[in-house]
């Protein structure tokens, strides 16, 4: 329902949304859905990717889902009038699946920002 989405992160609109994405995951617990979700004072962080891409506002936080503690990050920016978001998730300790998710969200940029490197 938003309108008039400035591009990049580190705008009001995207801000407020992030603040909204963060309280997504305590419903989900309030709900059922999850359990357990621990998140840090100061989850929200900036990356500081070099070269061409967009930066995202992000945070990582913990759940419990049905038994298995999974790792969550959450990535959020604004191109062309439009939220992107991601969302990863691995089990938690998993130090494979942490790289995988910080490759992955390096890769997705470098497409988001139609880089040629």
Excluded at 27 to 38: D, Q, S
Excluded at 60 to 76: H, K, P, W
Excluded at 87 to 96: A, I, L, S, T
Aim: some cysteine; charged content about 25%; overall charge positive.
């Amino acid at each position: 329902g938003e309108k008039n989405i400035p591009a990049g992160h580190d705008n009001e609109v995207v801000q407020r949304h992030f603040a909204k994405v963060l309280d997504e995951a305590k419903a989900m617990e309030k709900l059922g859905k999850v359990r357990a979700v621990n998140m840090p004072s100061g989850i929200k962080q900036t990356t500081k990717y070099p070269g061409c891409g967009p930066q995202f506002v992000w945070g990582a936080f913990e759940m419990d889902m049905t038994g298995q503690v999974i790792a969550s990050s959450t990535y959020l920016t604004a191109i062309n009038g439009n939220f992107v978001k991601l969302r990863v998730h691995y089990p938690k300790g998993d130090e494979q699946g942490h790289k995988t998710a910080l490759l992955f969200v390096e890769k997705i940029r470098k497409v988001l920002g139609k880089c040629t490197d």
